[in-house]
């Protein structure tokens, strides 16, 4: 099932500091690819983002944000549907904001409290600096902002993103490699090399991921934990709850909460 594009906003004067763009992006779209005269934060408050660029794609969460360099060719969109929220900073502000090159990031409460917010009062006159008040919080959020490492990579060939759409709208899903294999056309052996090329990981290890990521959307999103087990597949909470700590270090209910210790590079 094929994409359809969003026009990307153009003609635009760089923001000064900084300016939040609120945008709905229905299921199955994206923007072209395109590039910013300026830094860019690219985020949900809900739904799911497709991030690529030239190093690869993943997808995000709303717990998660993508950093763009000024400059960077990149391609936005979502598989089921976005609430967006784009910042859009000057390159001028540089000095303890992430690197020069695309970054995950840890999206904390107060960040995301801060970035609706300025959506909010985007374009409203700043008599009393309020709005300039905002903007400074999110920049020393951003700041202290973590790198993570537990994004979702996503494949680039027509046939391995159908695969992972299939997988990620169903992460309970049984099948084999060797039954994707045939129902892609492809032997195993072929499968295994293309999936390990164009995410950087094994089909085994990426649907383990897959499920830590849903796992944290559909808890983030009120599901609760045995709901959540049964919808990823496995056969009891307690089974869920084990693998949950083996990759993250902590419960399921101390993650959501805030107290799981730093995972950013797990």
């Not at 739904?47 to 400059?71: D, N, R």
């Not at 046939?159 to 195993?188: F, H, K, N, Q």
Request: proline share 7%; glycine share 8%; net charge neutral.
């Amino acid at each position: 099932m094929n994409w359809d594009t969003i026009e990307a906003p153009h003609g635009l004067a760089p923001p000064d500091p900084l300016k939040v763009r609120a945008q709905s992006i229905p299921a199955r779209h994206s923007f072209p690819e395109h590039a910013h005269d300026w830094h860019q934060m690219v985020y949900a408050i809900s739904g799911v983002l497709t991030v690529a660029t030239k190093a690869g794609s993943f997808v995000i969460s709303p717990e998660q944000a993508a950093w763009l360099p000024t400059g960077l060719d990149h391609k936005v969109g979502s598989m089921f549907g976005a609430e967006f929220r784009s910042l859009w900073i000057n390159d001028r502000i540089a000095s303890g904001l992430p690197a020069e090159h695309a970054t995950l990031l840890g999206v904390s409460p107060l960040l995301k409290a801060l970035i609706v917010e300025a959506a909010r009062i985007e374009g409203e006159p700043d008599a009393d600096g309020y709005a300039g008040r905002i903007t400074q919080l999110i920049l020393d959020q951003l700041r202290r902002a973590t790198p993570i490492s537990t994004a979702l990579p996503w494949p680039t060939s027509t046939a391995l993103v159908s695969l992972c759409e299939t997988l990620y709208a169903d992460p309970a899903d049984p099948t084999e490699m060797e039954a994707w294999a045939r129902t892609l056309g492809m032997s195993e052996r072929t499968l295994a090399r293309r999936f390990l090329g164009e995410t950087g990981m094994s089909l085994r290890t990426w649907r383990r991921r897959l499920r830590l990521f849903r796992a944290i959307e559909m808890l983030g999103g009120g599901l609760d934990v045995t709901r959540t087990a049964l919808e990823l597949g496995y056969g009891s909470t307690s089974a869920f709850i084990y693998a949950f700590r083996q990759e993250l270090g902590s419960s399921p209910q101390a993650y959501m909460k805030g107290d799981a210790p730093n995972t950013a590079t797990r």
